[in-house]
């Protein structure tokens, strides 16, 4: 079992089921960890959207967000996940680490910048959110790709 199961409910089939019965297309979006619930899921990463920025110390990173989409019409990704050609990359998570050494040689995992501006640039959000809300919410590139794959069958 996931580390998610218990932590929150468990709320898709019931979603997938309610959209279902609309006959519309329908996305359901969640965290690379309930791939366990999810159907057939599209795999979404910063990295397909070149999405990166400067940090603080003039070091270029690139973004690792992966979130999943279901959907009942044809998605797929726009390339394949991959960071190897990426010197350094960072997130948007609560709990990372805010050393980017550190994370990177150390702990091989998890690097958020400590400056809140440069994770709002490296998500490609425009507008003031809070340090939760960044965390939490979907990069704008990929709800615009998702919104234009739903348009072509509207």
Known sequence: MNDVVGKWPDWIPVVREMYASTNSPWVIENVAQARWVMKNPVELCGCMFDLSTIDD??????????????????????RPHNHTFQEWWAGAYGGARRDKYEAKYVRKGGYVPPNIEVVRALLGVEHKMTWKGLFECIPPAFSEYVGAKMLEVL
Do not use: A, C, K, T
């Open 57 to 78: 110390d003039g070091i270029e990173i690139y973004m690792q967000r992966i979130r999943l989409f279901e959907s009942n019409f044809d998605l797929d990704s726009p």
